[in-house]
Nanobody, 115 residues
Framework: QVQLVESGGGLVQAGGSLRLTCAAS????????FGWYRQAPGKQRELVASISVGGSANYADSVKGRFTISRDNAENTLVYLQMDSLKPEDTAVYYC????????WGQGTQVTVSS
């Protein structure tokens, strides 16, 4: 089992930055990928970024060049999403996931970007 807890969300003005953190616990050594999804009101959940155990990262086109995903390689327990140049359309609940045979999810953290 893997437990995930997100933090770092909040209210920020357009153009600002936030750093989300996902803390993993439990059977973390077998996790082979982490990522972040987001879901805005009335919209489907969208994959924002993912990172493999080898460090290979992928991003949604809408966040390329603005968001950066990273993880602590040694412990495999912390994943970050650095969000810069935030836009009002980035407003959503952001969910961390970990893949270990199946996907595990955190409870989500709200990000609100005001114009």
């Amino acid at each position: 089992q893997v437990q995930l807890v997100e933090s770092g969300g909040g209210l920020v003005q357009a153009g600002g930055s936030l750093r989300l953190t996902c803390a993993a616990s439990g059977s973390t050594s077998s996790i082979n990928a982490f990522g972040w999804y987001r879901q805005a009101p009335g919209k489907q959940r969208e994959l924002v970024a993912s990172i493999s155990v080898g460090g290979s990262a992928n991003y949604a086109d809408s966040v390329k060049g603005r968001f950066t995903i990273s993880r602590d390689n040694a412990e495999n327990t912390l994943v970050y999403l650095q969000m810069d140049s935030l836009k009002p359309e980035d407003t959503a609940v952001y969910y961390c996931y970990a893949r270990r045979l199946i996907l595990y999810w955190g409870q989500g953290t709200q990000v609100t970007v005001s114009s």
